[in-house]
């Protein structure tokens, strides 16, 4: 069955950078575009990035745009999410999403989320 | 850059009744372009609609979804206690960057 997993949040300071990884299993990866959303806490959801499925297209939020960087490796059925410079307002569940290439279905399955926590 | 609306902010519902929740874009957009996605608390989002009208594998034929241009709708014909979640259009596929708009709070009394 298809799953996608994060990992890699936690507890970290101002200032720092950080890597989040979702792990794909149960469908071709490389088929798919790749979002990445976030939740900060009792907030809507706000979407970060995506990535096209061969990596050669990618977009980003205006209020990320430098600062994140959306990556993938199609060997390993993984996704990554480099934030740097992290600030209290990175706060949030990072979700991964993925969307079939080239046919308009939508963000069909998400992962659980990793929690990012940006506090000193 | 495309902005969405949501309106209600929260709505508080009898199972049984109708409800339509809807959700404004700040630019005409392709039908193609909207979903519409439920949250329940402690859960990823789930989708529901894509393509403004059609809906997700699995996803009862009481969840129905309209509209066009700007102005789109989502339907539950019939409350049930189990629909109490947030509920959040997005827009995504034609150019980025793709928004979510704010949500929708529906509670069942």
């Known amino acids: 069955q298809v799953q996608l997993v994060e990992s890699g949040g936690g507890v970290v300071q101002p200032g720092t950078s950080l890597r989040l990884s979702c792990g794909a299993s149960?469908?071709?990866?490389?088929?798919?575009?790749m979002h990445w959303v976030r939740q900060a806490p009792g907030k809507g959801l706000e979407w970060l990035a995506i990535?096209?499925?061969?990596?050669?297209?990618?977009y980003y939020a205006e209020s990320v745009k430098g600062r994140f960087t959306i990556s993938r490796d199609n060997s390993k059925d993984t996704l990554y999410l480099q934030i740097n410079s992290l600030r209290a307002e990175d706060t949030a569940i990072y979700f991964c999403a993925r969307e079939k290439r080239g046919e308009l279905l939508g963000l069909d399955y998400w992962g659980q989320g990793t929690l990012v926590t940006v506090s000193s | 850059e495309i902005v969405l609306t949501q309106s209600p902010g929260t709505l508080s519902l009898s199972p049984g009744e109708r409800v339509t929740l809807s959700c404004r874009a700040s630019?005409?957009?392709?039908?193609?372009?909207i979903a519409w996605f439920q949250q329940k608390p402690g859960q990823a989002p789930m989708l529901l609609i894509y393509g403004a009208s059609t809906r997700a594998t699995g996803v009862p034929p009481r969840f129905s979804g309209g509209g066009y241009g700007t102005d789109f709708t989502l339907t539950i014909s019939r409350l049930e206690p189990a629909d109490s979640a947030v509920y959040y259009c997005?827009?995504?596929?034609?150019?980025?960057?793709?928004?979510f708009g704010p949500g929708t709070k529906v509670e069942i009394k």
């Open positions: 149960g469908f071709t990866f490389s088929d798919y575009g």
């Open positions: 997005q827009y995504f596929g034609g150019l980025p960057p793709f928004a």
């Open positions: 630019e005409s957009v392709s039908n193609s372009y």
């Open positions: 990535i096209f499925y061969d990596g050669n297209s990618k």
